[in-house]
């Protein structure tokens, strides 16, 4: 198995994606390769820098250019074809990899996607699939970005599409699905909700009915299904909430010395804290219902972020999640096309 | 000014009500005037326990049915003609009271100030507008569960009646109207909130453009908008997520008896952060765009978050927060009912 990794995506480049894969490298099970995608002289210079690495699982590929985070898509799509998105996302359709993984523009990193790995047959719109932490474990999140305007069809997708990479994935046996929403009666909600829930309890999934935003952290359900608009704000909200309170009580600390050796006392407490709250444990987002295997990373990911992001490509193709999703998805239709559930 | 208050309406009744509205009554201006809505014998009988209370300004309003926190709205606005919501509405109604204020069933708050009170004219859809705490003072939010489908012109309304319950109630000058949406850019977000950005834009707000989920708690913005499934989502979770935190820093801080000791020297600190980030000293959610004064407490309000709605329906009534709403959307709409902006 071959992963592609985008060096020239993130807050920190080309340093923070190869520290990530080296490693990803030195600590993860030895049945895969990596591919580092960008500027070789840059990357080749950089891994020097990691005395006695072994480097034979590691190939670079030149990418000569590198689309901005601020940057228009479609214009990265149309005039940068040389970029590292680009390139990594060619290797895939050329099947000189098997995963593609960047913590670039997300934006670009999606066209890119969609455009050189088409969808899985069936597929109505992919899906950005997050995994946030619980106090359990973790649920997964989608959408989280790729679709606003969603329709009940498409939210159904989601569900089945989160569902598989749950098991696949994450492990989760009998994931439970929930729809989120701001009531736990079916008839709470939106109009898309109300319709999605209809879909979702006539469907084979293990659906557990709404559940609301709190809900999520609570480990309440495994999946939670929602439009790309909602799931983003949650998602952002959620990212910047933690950080928000941690700035706060440090801010309140420095004043006072007292408090200051308390935090010292505390700190194991907050380092785990941080540790079972902190999205870099969770390996980035996967976009489903492509053909292919892209996982997207936040730009400011440490690290072990790119670590774990490699391990979930390495589950996701290990354990053929678009195979599954692609044969759930044809069962599923020919099951409902006789008598016309999806119309 | 004569202030309303459901006092068999949330978690612990009637003491939680009755308690906040005796600070209210010793704390707050003397300027008004408290009707306690209820079981008449039981808050007469719990009053009894304020040893040397002032009860010249407390007047006592039998009510002899209580809507239940689960119960169906629509159901208890035809059955319980007598319950605490639909006669403290009725003295509003009746001219016998300025404001009502409720901590019971928000579905029933909602539908029986509506059908009691009517809405402002010129108003589509009255809103829940909830005061969320930030890092440097606090942010309107609105609507957080009022409405879902929203169309643009509501939210333009849902801006308009922010900034004018900011400007009047909280006393900024002239508050910042951010959309809530998942990017800056004005292309970015769903169709209601591209659309609406456009409208708000035009409009004579002093409107900053689209802001993302984490912005609330940072203070980008004093009113945020958006529609009321999303809006609900936001509310519930930032709750929960507070919540949440603490609940896991406790239960790690019992299992380490240094942690312990450092919690105990940084109490001053968590007491500080549970202040700045409590809803209770919020007051509060306005049902804003109804002819009349209700402001919606959450169930589990303690004293001073009941304390503290008196405190905000005092300065709704006193600053004609519903006369300036009525007039500035009457402005409004004459302005552009010429050029056909609104159609």
Known sequence: MKIALDVMGGDQIPSVPIKGAVQAIQELEADFELCLVG????IAGYLERFDGLDTSRIEIVHAAEVVEMGESPSAALRKKKNSSIAVGIALQAEGKADAFISAGNTGAVMATSLRGLGRIGGIVRP???????????SCVVLDVGANVDSKPIHLLQFAMMGSIYSRQVLGTSSPRVGLLSIGEEPSKGDELTVATNKLLAASPLNFIGNVEGGDIFEGEADVV??????????LKLSERVLNLLVGHLKNQIKASPLAAMGFLMLKGVFDDMKQTF?????????????????????GGSPPRAIRNAIRSARLAVLNKVNKVISEEVKNYQMENSTNGNLS
Chains 1, 2 share one sequence.
């Open 39 to 42: 500027d070789d002289t840059r």
């Open 278 to 298: 902190d999205y870099a444990e969770y390996g980035g987002a996967p976009l489903l219902g492509i053909d292919g295997t892209t996982i997207i990373c936040h």
């Open 225 to 234: 299904v929602c439009d790309g608009f909602v799931g983003n704000v949650v």
């Open 127 to 137: 899906a950005i699939c997050s995994v946030f932490p619980t106090t359990s474990s």
